[in-house]
């Protein structure tokens, strides 16, 4: 029986020519018909249009596509079994070369916010939803069609993962994991941005889970403190930037006074030496070396923030970066007070190991405003730097015991309820070399975090859904 409509993506013509092939080989293919795009509401509503058959597929790439034996017929077998309303699947990944490696991708859940979410290059969708997903669609966008469709397609049903590899892709991009994560703050791309955010804030809003520009103000005077301000530094095993580090936060000038907090999680390499000589030299430095050993970075922060040497205020240096020059920690405090906000996020550069600037150079994180930055925060996967904190609130809210994303549910954590405090002026060097810990990543790390962090937005937008009702 014919139960599947395809469109699949202009390429060149003989990708073309051998993506129809493959499809149309299938006894379930109704048709295949070739479309210039799928990221325009327009296009998303033609197709929607078009389709005839009980299922759509759309084939977002634009190289040969090669379903594997049997393959639309398990699908289809899924998609009547679930009624799903789309379905994708993990996929044979081949490189420019001939190799064809697995391609795993993750469960879709309701935090699964990212515009950049990998559903790989074939997705089925029953039609009927289809059209009235698209029925729903009440903004024409240039860029953010397909991202709205299925926002929209996730209020209406599942969104399944089969997680069985039922076809062949070429694979494109070949970057390291280090220079794709910045892909959604290059300043080139804004215009793109700027309609994912309008249609993640519809989707919010349509779910219950947006939340107005009103603020809980933040009482920044109540307790005793023996600083105004810690630097706090977690580390391991940095031998080569720890020391630049340190006397990058001791190098600030400030009127009042300050320490630096730098949680030693059981270097192996060196680097306690070095932290131990330079706190012989400064009274400024607490050198601490956890009795714990099950600790991450967010478990090092939450012992440097509890600890009685902390500051009214906490702030973050990672132990390869430094700060861009002797003025940071006093914008970042008077920011504080300025905005009356529990937590502050900076503007940062991009710099090799040496500081020279690499593309996208300066980060400056546009989608924390006011008016909207708590919900588009749920969209993107990351926050500016430095990070700054409030140290009662930051002691209340408690920090995730990971290495990966805990500063990110932080932010969404003091985002729920109060005003995340900004400042555009570079106050940090974040500096990319080849030990950063997202520098190469594997798909199955980056599957990892990215899973983790769509937790984080799964759980947060039950909170904030709570927070309304």
Not at 48 to 65: D, F, K, Q, R
């Given at each position: 029986?014919?139960?599947?409509?395809c469109?699949?993506?202009?390429?060149?013509?003989d990708?073309n020519?051998?993506?129809i092939?493959s499809?149309?080989?299938?006894?379930?293919?109704?048709?295949?018909?070739?479309?210039?795009?799928?990221r325009?509401?327009?296009?998303?509503?033609?197709i929607?249009?078009?389709?005839?058959a009980?299922?759509?597929?759309?084939?977002?790439?634009?190289?040969h596509?090669?379903?594997?034996?049997?393959?639309?017929?398990?699908?289809?077998h899924i998609?009547?079994?679930?009624?799903?309303a789309?379905?994708?699947?993990?996929y044979?990944?081949?490189?420019a070369?001939?190799?064809?490696?697995?391609a795993?991708?993750?469960?879709?859940?309701e935090g699964s916010?990212?515009?950049?979410f990998e559903?790989?290059?074939?997705?089925l969708?029953?039609?009927?939803?289809?059209?009235?997903?698209v029925?729903?669609?009440k903004?024409?966008?240039?860029?953010?069609?397909?991202?709205s469709?299925?926002?929209a397609l996730?209020?209406?049903?599942?969104i399944?993962?089969?997680?069985?590899?039922?076809?062949?892709?070429?694979?494109?991009?070949?970057?390291a994991?280090?220079?794709?994560?910045?892909?959604y703050?290059d300043?080139?791309?804004?215009?793109?941005?700027?309609?994912?955010?309008?249609?993640?804030?519809?989707?919010?809003?349509?779910?219950?889970a947006?939340?107005a520009?009103n603020?809980?103000?933040?009482?920044?005077?109540?307790?005793?403190?023996p600083?105004?301000?810690?630097?706090l530094?977690?580390?391991r095993?940095r031998?080569?930037?720890?020391?630049?580090?340190?006397?990058?936060?001791l190098?600030?000038?400030?009127d009042?006074?300050?320490?630096?907090?730098v949680?030693?999680?059981?270097?192996?390499?060196?680097?306690t030496?070095?932290?131990?000589?330079?706190?012989?030299?400064?009274?400024?430095?607490?050198?601490?070396i956890?009795?714990?050993?099950?600790?991450?970075?967010?478990?090092?922060?939450?012992?440097?923030?509890?600890?009685?040497r902390?500051?009214r205020?906490?702030?973050?240096?990672?132990?390869?970066d430094?700060?861009?020059?002797?003025d940071?920690?006093?914008?970042?405090?008077?920011a504080?007070?300025d905005?009356?906000?529990?937590?502050?996020?900076?503007?940062?550069?991009l710099t090799?190991?040496?500081?020279?600037?690499?593309?996208?150079?300066?980060i400056?994180?546009?989608?924390?405003?006011?008016?909207?930055g708590?919900?588009?925060?749920?969209?993107?996967?990351?926050?500016?730097?430095?990070?700054?904190?409030f140290t009662?609130?930051?002691?209340?809210?408690?920090?995730p015991?990971t290495?990966y994303?805990?500063?990110y549910?932080?932010?969404?954590?003091?985002?729920?309820?109060?005003?995340?405090?900004?400042?555009?002026?570079?106050?940090?060097?974040?500096?990319?070399?080849?030990?950063?810990?997202?520098a190469?990543l594997?798909?199955?790390?980056m599957?990892?975090h990215?899973?983790y962090?769509?937790?984080i937005?799964t759980?947060?937008?039950?909170a904030?859904?709570?927070?309304?009702?």
């Amino acid at each position: 029986m014919k139960m599947i409509d395809c469109f699949i993506v202009k390429g060149t013509e003989d990708a073309n020519k051998a993506s129809i092939k493959s499809l149309e080989e299938s006894p379930v293919v109704a048709r295949v018909e070739v479309v210039d795009s799928i990221r325009s509401t327009a296009d998303v509503k033609a197709i929607a249009a078009s389709a005839t058959a009980p299922y759509t597929l759309i084939y977002t790439g634009v190289n040969h596509l090669q379903p594997g034996y049997l393959a639309l017929e398990r699908l289809v077998h899924i998609a009547n079994d679930t009624d799903a309303a789309m379905l994708y699947s993990d996929y044979y990944a081949a490189t420019a070369d001939g190799t064809v490696k697995n391609a795993p991708v993750i469960d879709y859940q309701e935090g699964s916010l990212r515009d950049d979410f990998e559903f790989g290059g074939m997705i089925l969708f029953k039609t009927a939803k289809l059209r009235e997903a698209v029925e729903q669609l009440k903004t024409d966008y240039d860029f953010a069609g397909l991202y709205s469709l299925r926002l929209a397609l996730s209020r209406l049903g599942s969104i399944v993962h089969v997680n069985e590899y039922l076809y062949t892709d070429a694979e494109t991009d070949t970057r390291a994991s280090g220079k794709k994560i910045f892909d959604y703050v290059d300043p080139k791309n804004r215009a793109v941005q700027i309609e994912m955010e309008k249609a993640c804030t519809e989707h919010l809003k349509a779910i219950g889970a947006y939340l107005a520009p009103n603020f809980e103000d933040v009482d920044l005077n109540g307790g005793e403190f023996p600083v105004e301000a810690t630097v706090l530094i977690p580390v391991r095993n940095r031998v080569r930037t720890i020391a630049d580090a340190i006397r990058s936060a001791l190098s600030q000038e400030t009127d009042f006074d300050f320490n630096v907090i730098v949680v030693d999680n059981h270097s192996t390499d060196g680097t306690t030496e070095i932290i131990a000589g330079i706190a012989a030299e400064d009274r400024r430095v607490v050198h601490i070396i956890p009795e714990r050993k099950d600790l991450g970075i967010g478990g090092c922060w939450n012992l440097g923030a509890n600890d009685s040497r902390c500051g009214r205020f906490a702030v973050q240096l990672d132990s390869d970066d430094v700060y861009s020059g002797p003025d940071t920690l006093a914008k970042i405090v008077k920011a504080f007070y300025d905005q009356k906000c529990g937590m502050v996020v900076g503007t940062y550069k991009l710099t090799d190991i040496d500081m020279n600037t690499i593309p996208p150079g300066i980060i400056d994180h546009k989608e924390w405003t006011d008016d909207n930055g708590r919900n588009n925060a749920l969209r993107i996967n990351g926050l500016g730097a430095p990070r700054a904190f409030f140290t009662p609130m930051l002691r209340e809210i408690g920090v995730p015991n990971t290495s990966y994303g805990e500063d990110y549910a932080l932010g969404l954590a003091f985002s729920r309820r109060h005003r995340i405090g900004r400042i555009w002026d570079v106050l940090y060097l974040c500096r990319r070399w080849e030990d950063n810990s997202d520098a190469a990543l594997d798909r199955v790390k980056m599957n990892g975090h990215n899973l983790y962090k769509d937790r984080i937005r799964t759980w947060e937008v039950i909170a904030r859904r709570r927070l309304n009702s």
